[in-house]
């Protein structure tokens, strides 16, 4: 980015049950999720092409996971990235639960796949 580049803000669209990351207004990425009980099941992240090489994804997640501290939910790490950043980020293994396949049942059932 270059020093004239805005800088990215992360917000929650609970409606949607994603956060997303904008550069300059302009969405540039998103991490999903389903909740449930007091979990916070991510499934998916993208960062659109053109914003790319940005450091994006990680303040992406990191700022939704602190999110999830916040608010007094659990994570439970499907999506690959998600799960990729807890490995390197340690502060937030006092809240995660491991993926099982009964977790993975119900995203689906939950996600209609």
Same mark, same amino acid.
């Given at each position: 980015?270059?020093?004239q ?10 409606a ?6 904008l ?6 990425g &998103? !991490?999903?999720? $389903?909740?449930?009980?007091? #979990?916070? *099941?991510f499934?998916?992240?993208? %960062? ?5 090489g940005?450091?994006?994804a990680s303040?992406?997640v990191?700022?939704? &996971? !602190?999110?999830v $501290?916040?608010?007094?939910? #659990?994570? *439970?790490?499907?999506c690959?990235? %998600? ?10 293994a006092?809240i ?18």
């Amino acid at each position: 980015m270059s020093e004239q580049s805005a800088t990215p803000v992360v917000r929650h669209v609970d409606a949607r049950h994603r956060y997303e990351i904008l550069v300059a207004d302009q969405r540039a990425g &998103l !991490t999903a999720y $389903r909740d449930r009980d007091d #979990r916070r *099941v991510f499934f998916h992240t993208e %960062v659109d092409e053109a914003y790319a090489g940005q450091g994006l994804a990680s303040i992406l997640v990191e700022q939704a &996971l !602190t999110d999830v $501290r916040a608010s007094g939910l #659990r994570i *439970v790490p499907v999506c690959p990235y %998600v799960a990729k950043f807890l490995k390197k980020h340690e502060e937030f293994a006092d809240i995660t639960d491991p993926v099982t396949p009964e977790v993975l049942e119900w995203l689906d059932a939950r996600l209609g796949r």
